[in-house]
């Protein structure tokens, strides 16, 4: 079973899968409490679902790609299975990870999208930096810029444990914190090995269309 807080289909907003039409699988819980949360009804509201209603009702939306999120969804110990369900479905699979719970229990094949927290989030200490030596490269690293201090930090991560040569790394501003030219700027004159990454989701003001 997973506590599931919703399900429904929407342009995939990050990640280099940015763009395409995405069945969405929100899970409720989250062990982080970011300044800049934007999900925060995830924290707590749900409802329990066994793993082949999840899948039934995502196969109906008729679309192949499926990104599981949350809240985070491996604080649900049922979450590699639905995870592996999914890939022998024929599905591709994304998988968002707010980074600080160990992501080697997901099936490789799957994409996962791991943020490093930054200062500016309140939560940074709370990182399990471990996880990089699980990335590969069709697996992204996302870091949410608040501000300079931000930008100076997770530059320093990026070259300490050379991330660009991981996998993609974005590099986000946190909506309402931190103007995207701005941090675009930044990246520009420094010519940093990252992909600049705005919410593509919240600019065009998508329209969610919920399942569950």
């Excluded at 807080?5 to 062990?31: A, H, M, Y």
């Excluded at 599981?68 to 110990?77: A, V, W």
């Excluded at 991330?163 to 993609?168: F, G, I, N, W």
Aim: proline share 6%.
């Amino acid at each position: 079973m997973l506590k599931v807080n919703e399900i429904f289909l929407d342009i995939q907003g990050e990640s280099t899968w940015i763009g395409k039409p995405c069945v969405f699988v929100r899970l409720t819980g989250c062990d982080l409490r970011c300044s800049y949360c934007d999900t925060k009804y995830a924290y707590h509201k749900g409802k329990q679902y066994n793993l082949n209603d999840v899948i039934r009702k995502v196969r109906s939306f008729g679309c192949s790609l499926v990104e599981i999120t949350g809240g985070e969804p491996l604080l649900q110990p049922e979450t590699p299975k639905l995870v592996q369900k999914f890939l022998d479905d024929g599905f591709s699979v994304l998988i968002e990870t707010n980074g600080t719970l160990d992501i080697s229990t997901i099936n490789p094949h799957a994409v996962r999208i791991m943020d490093i927290k930054c200062p500016g989030s309140g939560e940074h200490t709370k990182n399990n930096l471990n996880n990089i030596n699980f990335i590969h490269p069709h697996d992204n690293i996302k870091f949410v810029i608040t501000d300079r201090k931000d930008y100076i930090w997770a530059k320093k991560i990026l070259k300490k444990f050379e991330l660009s040569k991981r996998c993609e790394v974005l590099f986000s501003p946190a909506i309402d914190w931190l103007p995207p030219k701005r941090l675009a700027n930044w990246i520009v004159e420094d010519v940093l090995p990252v992909r600049f990454q705005p919410q593509l989701h919240k600019l065009i003001k998508s329209r969610k269309i919920k399942g569950f």
